[in-house]
């Protein structure tokens, strides 16, 4: 085996794995890279300012960061809890459907209100609308 | 009631630490534990070079093959000459691994010597083997002879080593039972010899020349006396001698016996001439256990020889110190809870017969190339002065007189026209008959050859051991 | 070209892939044949154009979302490629074959069903199908028992194990399940801080559960039985958080284990050779196999003996149980844990889905599929590695195996499909 064959095989063999690492560092980055647009992409769908809120929680004026789903109710469980005794448990959802905003109903006792009406089956939610839970009012801001 | 998502988050911390600590034992294999997975002796990749390329020779000093390769359909395969030193040469299986001078030996059996870094380079890197040249022994073929006749003509189980006190060379080991190792290295033959090599009860893969170990029974006194006279005992002054005798009433039933059931006053030349045990026991509580122990192991007794092949270690006690004096009396005559090989023993007597010096033991010369030419000598010379040169001329008396002496014991051992030196020993075995022991050294006055011979369960002890050796070093005096 | 650029990230790493494909096959091959040849190049290149294939296919469909899963599902086929070039070169055209009809699974699973949630509305069916493929290889004609374990199909040429495709079915069954009652048994009344668990509503999955471990330990398949362990207390835990359950499920594993030690011969060779292999009984024996790969490991070194120099073929049955070993001796330290990094970033990623999926469903799926991956390569490295005993699991991807690599790839496609709706949900590219 002459050596430059044998130097070049030893070249391939180092590349190999040089090109591994490098393949993983390529790979953390576009994963961080596709993290950040895609939490940026959430933080820009919007967050909802507490108008109204006869509880100690949430405070009044206070904004509370959208997911792309979120449940809102009186347990504690939910995303977004609203200890309201005018609330339901599971009272409302409010989602992202390709890219806008849904509000549903999810079987409360005092039903949900978007700008004053109350909602039959789910409801498109603009900028500037209002969210009426029980006696706690949310505004959508985006 | 915590959401999917956190607990995938939590679940993935968990995993990630499981990573880690996997990562963190694969890395333990492959950096921390390399060095030793790699000097394994099952480790195929040291023996890599059997099956497809041709592995070195190893030779006696006067050229006999005692190993080489041989091609078969298959690939290579070793083929080995003399039975006799199966366990110095040892085997070499692709499945098995290697022994012997096959293991310790096996960079330069396949052409990659220390003392020639460059063939190590390029086989590693450019995958370029040298043809491999061959490993030449110490070993001398009529010594080695005379010693398989002498022990195989016992019929028993036992060992005979003989190596030169001025080189630490071995001339000549035998262990038996041995075995083929041939057999062992074939690949067609080697499961059902590898069975029956392990399943032997007799044990044949150890070499009980380097390896076994035994109470040194009264050879073990060579050391007592040189401890005695160098800690300022007068070894003409008579001792009383009465069967049996003990310390004090603390020892209880313990009594320490003599040989003959001795009654009288023993100078030093004396009891090494009658083996007497009493006078030793006595001299070994004069100058206390940890005399004993300290020259015990300036003799090399509980370390293992720095030799090319690995040997064993050995005992000077259960604990390594001498706590009782019971234990201490016992010890200075050789028996207690002491364990030594039969190379030990060689290495001691050799350094009496060497004016105090004692030699390092090897049973290679030199590694030479595929044309012949030397690479590597192996010649480590001496491990230290174990006693002074005074005190090894007055011992050496004393086992002259152990043989020539009227009555002596080692008589069996005589040579005609020459000074021989040695000491029997009988070393009770709780399980059976006694061990036979004898050491030695001849011409007295300047050695060339030391011998050290056990006979496992001999009938009359020393007695029978003594003529083997006489006649292994004469053969050894005519090389 | 814009439809081509709508993956870009995907595309960029594949040319990475490429490279890697390349060099590894390059240097096992031209040390094979001392000497660099064309030819060498047509398997990689053919491996390459297949997953570009599958990249175009993932981009005319607009589908969106994450682009890591498949250059990484494809790096790691490439390797398992490269391997078993060097270690099994004779079975290298099964594992090709088996490679095309991965990527056609892939294919079909991003086409098939059109709803995932239709999935869920199954989920009796695909357990009762779990239970019945299981139960297969017990079966008389078809079945077949091989070294000692009988968990094969054959059907004509082919052999292929049920259990891997009875995997995912478990996760969808349990992902399905769990978000049907997970409020109720997320909630279990407590005495201090003990959970006790409301039964009704666990009794179905514990019974799922232990019909497929029943039926593994009749078919003396340690791994799937650890598996389904696994799967079953992992989605547990991330429908209900009840990190208790996990612990009474791994008191439930050490009881276990012990019984089986005690009852079943198998299971106790397994653990002593985890415990003593160098002992002389066993190292030429049951343990030869463990302490052939630590000798393959030790050689490994920081950088390995070399891809092709080692001498990983020592090992028996290296291409199916000891890949990772054989990959190590011959990169190095540095090689396996490039490797195990993969895993680990193809794992967090599959999570980092999960935690994204819009609802309860998909979010249990894609974290049971990623657990899968993790779980079963922490099995198959531990036992390697001689961390914990060896089981029947294999590397996903790289080890040699139809069956694994086909449900491999089909679990690449339906985290890839969460990660689609989660985009098209959230209107994220």
Request: charged residues 15%.
């Amino acid at each position: 085996m002459e050596i430059t064959f044998a130097v070049l095989l030893w070249g391939v063999r180092i590349a190999f794995l040089f090109l591994l690492y490098l393949f993983l560092i390529r790979a953390f980055g576009a994963l961080t890279r596709s993290m950040r647009t895609e939490s940026a992409a959430e933080r820009s769908l919007g967050t909802l300012i507490v108008e109204r809120s006869p509880a100690r929680t949430p405070r009044v004026g206070e904004r509370l960061a959208l997911r792309a789903s979120n449940t809102m109710g009186r347990d504690a469980g939910n995303d977004i809890p609203l200890p309201d005794e005018a609330a339901s448990a599971r009272h409302a959802k409010l989602e992202v459907r390709d890219g806008e905003w849904w509000i549903e109903d999810l079987g409360s006792t005092n039903g949900t209100l978007v700008n004053g009406v109350r909602i039959e089956r789910p409801e498109r939610v603009r900028n500037g609308d209002e969210i009426a839970i029980g006696r706690v009012a949310l505004r959508l801001e985006r | 009631m915590k959401s999917v998502g956190s607990n995938v988050r939590s679940l993935t911390i968990a995993i990630a630490i499981a990573f880690l600590m996997t990562s963190v034992g694969v890395g333990y294999w492959t950096m921390v534990a390399s060095a030793d997975l790699g000097s394994d002796p099952f480790n195929p990749r040291l023996v890599s070079a059997i099956r497809d390329r041709p592995r070195g020779k190893i030779i006696e000093a006067d050229g006999t093959v005692l190993a080489e390769s041989v091609k078969t359909a298959d690939g290579y395969t070793r083929r080995y000459t003399d039975r006799s030193l199966a366990q110095i040469v040892g085997y070499a299986s692709f499945k098995y691994g290697a022994s012997g001078i096959e293991a310790a030996y096996a960079d330069s059996l396949v052409g990659q010597d220390p003392a020639d870094p460059l063939s190590t380079w390029r086989a590693r890197y450019l995958n370029e083997r040298e043809e491999p040249g061959s490993v030449v022994l110490t070993i001398v073929s009529k010594v080695q002879k005379a010693a398989l006749d002498a022990l195989a003509a016992t019929g028993k189980k036992g060992a005979i080593i003989a190596l030169d006190p001025r080189t630490g060379a071995i001339l000549a080991s035998v262990s038996l039972p041995n075995y083929d190792a041939t057999l062992v290295s074939d690949p067609a033959t080697e499961d059902v010899a590898w069975q029956q090599v392990n399943g032997d009860q007799g044990k044949p893969l150890i070499d009980r020349a380097r390896s076994g170990l035994y109470p040194p029974g009264s050879t073990f006194k060579t050391i007592t006396g040189a401890a005695a006279l160098e800690s300022g005992v007068n070894p003409d002054t008579k001792v009383r001698v009465d069967d049996p005798w003990q310390a004090d009433k603390s020892w209880g039933t313990y009594f320490v016996r003599s040989s003959s059931q001795a009654h009288g006053d023993y100078t030093m030349a004396d009891a090494y001439r009658l083996s007497e045990n009493i006078y030793f026991a006595k001299i070994g509580l004069q100058i206390g256990g940890p005399k004993i122990a300290e020259y015990a192991s300036r003799f090399g007794i509980g370390a293992a020889p720095k030799c090319d092949i690995p040997a064993a270690r050995g005992q000077l006690s259960n604990t390594g110190t001498l706590d009782r004096p019971t234990l201490v009396a016992d010890t200075s005559y050789g028996q207690g809870e002491l364990l030594v090989s039969p190379l030990q023993m060689a290495l001691a007597v050799a350094a009496i017969g060497r004016g105090g010096i004692m030699p390092t033991p090897h049973y290679a010369q030199e590694v030479r190339d595929s044309a012949g030419n030397i690479i590597r000598t192996i010649a480590p010379g001496a491990s230290g002065q174990v006693v002074n040169p005074a005190t090894a001329a007055k011992i050496r008396d004393y086992l002259v007189g152990a043989v020539e002496g009227p009555g002596a014991f080692a008589f069996g051992a005589k040579i005609a026209g020459v000074h021989v030196a040695g000491k029997t020993g009988t070393a009770e075995n709780p399980a059976g008959p006694p061990h036979g022991w004898f050491v030695g050294f001849a011409p007295a006055e300047s050695p060339t050859v030391a011998v050290a011979v056990i006979i496992e369960n001999a009938g009359q002890g020393g007695v029978d051991a003594a003529p083997l050796g006489g006649k292994v070093m004469q053969a050894a005096l005519a090389r | 070209m814009t439809v081509l650029l709508r993956r870009g990230d995907e595309l960029r790493l594949l040319v990475w892939v490429t490279l890697i494909a390349i060099t590894g096959s390059v240097a096992v091959a031209a040390t094979e044949a001392a000497g660099f040849a064309y030819s060498q190049l047509a398997i990689p290149v053919a491996f390459i154009c297949v997953a570009v294939l599958l990249h175009v296919f993932l981009a005319t469909r607009g589908i969106r979302g994450d682009q890591l899963l498949l250059p990484m599902a494809a790096v790691l086929t490439a390797i398992g490629l490269v391997l078993v070039q060097r270690l099994a070169s004779s079975l290298l055209l099964q594992q090709l074959t088996w490679t095309l009809i991965a990527a056609g699974a892939f294919v079909g699973t991003i086409l098939i069903p059109k709803d995932l949630t239709t999935l869920a509305r199954f989920k009796w069916t695909w357990a009762l199908l779990g239970v019945a493929l299981l139960i297969s290889p017990l079966l008389p004609v078809i079945g077949k028992t091989v070294n000692g374990a009988r968990i094969w199909v054959g059907v004509g040429p082919a052999n292929f194990e049920p259990w891997e495709a009875v995997k995912i079915m478990m996760v969808i069954f349990f992902a399905a399940y769990l978000e049907e009652y997970r409020e109720v048994i997320a909630r279990p009344r407590r005495i201090g801080p003990i959970p006790i668990p409301p039964a009704p509503y666990l009794l179905p999955i514990i019974v799922m559960w232990a019909i497929a471990m029943v039926v593994v330990i009749f078919e003396r398949d340690l791994g799937a039985s650890l598996l389904f362990l696994g799967i079953f207390l992992a989605l547990l835990y991330l429908a209900t958080g009840e990190a208790f359950y996990t612990l009474i499920g791994a008191v439930l594993v050490v009881v276990g284990g012990f019984v089986l030690y005690h009852t079943f011969g198998h299971v106790q060779v397994r653990v002593d050779t985890w415990l003593r292999p160098f002992a002389e009984d066993l190292r030429f024996d049951a343990g030869y196999q463990i302490v052939q790969g630590l000798f393959a490991l030790g050689n490994g070194g920081l950088f390995g003996a070399g891809l092709g120099n080692g001498m990983p073929d020592r090992i028996p049955v290296v291409w199916s149980d000891f890949v990772f070993n054989a990959f190590a001796e011959e990169t190095g330290f540095a090689g396996a844990i490039a490797l195990l990094a993969l895993y680990l970033l193809f794992v967090y990623r599959g999570m980092l889905i999960a935690v994204r999926a819009p609802t309860p469903f998909l979010q249990l799926l894609a974290g049971g599929l990623s657990f899968i991956v993790a779980f079963q390569t922490l099995v198959i490295v531990g036992g390697n590695a001689r961390l914990i005993p060896l089981t029947g699991v294999t590397l996903p991807f790289v080890a040699y195996g139809g069956s694994s690599l086909v449900t491999n790839w089909m679990l690449v496609a339906l985290l890839i499909r969460v990660s689609d709706i989660t985009a098209r949900t959230r209107g994220t590219p």
